[in-house]
């Protein structure tokens, strides 16, 4: 969770996390995340990426305006900039079968419900089910 500068309404609670290492580890360990991820709401939303993506740039520009739902969470991480980038992508592009970015996982109670690759935020709030 961070904090978000809204020009209208000051600085709003967003529920978007960086995934750990130990969250990626765990998906490439197991061919798919925990349940601290994928279980922690009703509605989970994971998002691999990588940091020069201009469309992940503006996916994440209206990720951080999305008001607060505590039945949503939207989890996210720019794998090139991790250590472990190359073991990632592989698992990612081999395992998940998509060597797209972004590439976006939709759960809904803790079972894979739909992917994509990027959607506008009209396309993104369908697909994340509300």
């Known amino acids: 969770m961070h904090l978000t500068l809204s020009p209208s309404f000051g600085y709003l ?7 750990t290492p130990d969250q990626c580890a765990t998906a490439i360990r197991n061919g798919e995340f925990g349940d601290d991820v994928i279980k922690a709401t009703t509605s989970a939303v994971v998002v691999l990426t990588q940091s020069w993506c201009p469309q992940w740039i503006r996916m994440r520009e209206y990720l951080d305006r999305l008001p607060e739902d505590s039945t949503r969470r939207i989890s ?3 794998y090139d900039l991790e250590p472990y980038f190359e073991d ?4 990612k ?13 939709y759960y809904r109670k803790g079972s894979l419900a739909r992917e ?4 506008d935020e009209r396309g993104f709030i369908q697909l994340a089910g509300k």
């Open 13 to 19: 609670l967003v529920m978007i996390n960086k995934l």
């Open 76 to 78: 996210y991480v720019e």
């Open 88 to 91: 990632f992508m592989s698992f």
């Open 93 to 105: 592009e081999t395992k998940f079968g998509n060597d797209q970015v972004p590439y976006v996982r």
């Open 116 to 119: 994509s690759n990027y959607v």
